[in-house]
């Protein structure tokens, strides 16, 4: 158990998508950085794209340069794919290439947490133990957060084999269907590190749907509000702990990290003001226009 609560860093998986403009991004005058233009209003941001591309180190480096004013902001990065949807072995280059992209970041003392998230499909078991182990091996000097979704790992012997790793298990919501893990305040490893997908039962299986209608749910408040209490609960057994949004589609993810952010501070927090047209409820979360400077609502 921590001494005390841990830090909370919120923010979104992902910043640059088409739909979030004129929603997310104003119109008038045009962000003319749209990572800075965020990380202005949030804690940290989850690196969505190296999912499916590793990225290179001097993208990364201009991450670093570009919000190098705001001290304490944070990066998470989504494993590549190939080290976590694909069954053949990874080579030493592809490896390298992944800590290479990483590594301005990490350099920095900005990088929160690699992010390995797997399937439903993957299911707990010795295979994928002995997959996890390589993958610790591979990328062990990083803080690693694994993301599981089926209830398999639930089991103790699963959770065991992560705590041997030193792997921080990802608490996440995301729509109760068969055998999916529901949410919950489990804790691992040394951080705590949470993703809300949203909850669209009618599609989160479906394959002949656009993907991003998996992610299109905006969460209640109320619904909200039962996160709180797991944050706080995960916060006192944890060094760090990260809250990712991503039910991204229109700006939702970002809508509902600001409520989450209020909630925490128990007050209200910078608000891009082009957001309200949209979600006209941040008006009752939003600070005074004259303290959107840029600089973010530390939280702890």
Not at 222 to 241: M, Q, T
Request: aromatic fraction near 14%; charged fraction near 25%; hydrophobic fraction near 40%.
């Amino acid at each position: 158990m921590a001494d005390e609560p841990a830090r909370i860093f919120v923010g979104t998986s992902g910043w640059s998508y088409a739909d979030w403009r004129g929603i997310v991004y104003p119109d008038h005058p045009k962000p003319a950085d749209e990572l800075r233009f965020l990380a202005g209003f949030l804690d940290a941001l989850e690196v969505n794209s190296s999912f499916y591309r590793t990225p290179t180190p001097k993208m990364t480096a201009s991450w670093v340069r570009r919000t190098a004013d705001l001290e304490d902001f944070r990066f998470a990065f989504k494993m590549n794919r190939r080290f976590t949807h694909e069954r053949t072995p990874w080579s030493a280059p592809e490896a390298q290439a992944f800590r290479d992209g990483v590594a301005p970041v990490a350099e920095a003392g900005r990088l929160g947490a690699v992010l390995l998230q797997f399937p439903w499909s993957f299911r707990a078991g010795e295979e994928s133990y002995d997959w996890l182990h390589r993958l610790s091996e591979a990328f062990g000097a990083w803080p690693l957060a694994v993301e599981v979704r089926h209830d398999s790992w639930l089991a103790d012997e699963a959770l065991y084999a992560l705590k041997l790793l030193n792997l921080s298990i990802a608490d996440i919501d995301q729509p109760q269907l068969n055998r999916c893990i529901a949410p919950g305040t489990l804790v691992t490893g040394p951080l705590g590190y949470v993703r809300l997908h949203g909850r669209r039962r009618d599609t989160w299986f479906a394959s002949n749907v656009e993907p991003h209608e998996r992610y299109n749910y905006l969460y209640r408040d109320d619904e909200l509000d039962e996160w709180i209490g797991r944050l706080r609960e995960i916060s006192r057994e944890s060094k760090e702990l990260y809250v990712f949004t991503n039910n991204h589609y229109r700006g939702q993810a970002p809508a509902n990290a600001f409520q989450i952010l209020s909630k925490l501070k128990r007050d209200r927090v910078p608000v891009p003001e082009s957001m309200f047209t949209h979600f006209p409820f941040l008006e009752g979360i939003a600070a005074p226009p004259e303290a959107e400077s840029g600089a973010q609502g530390r939280l702890f």
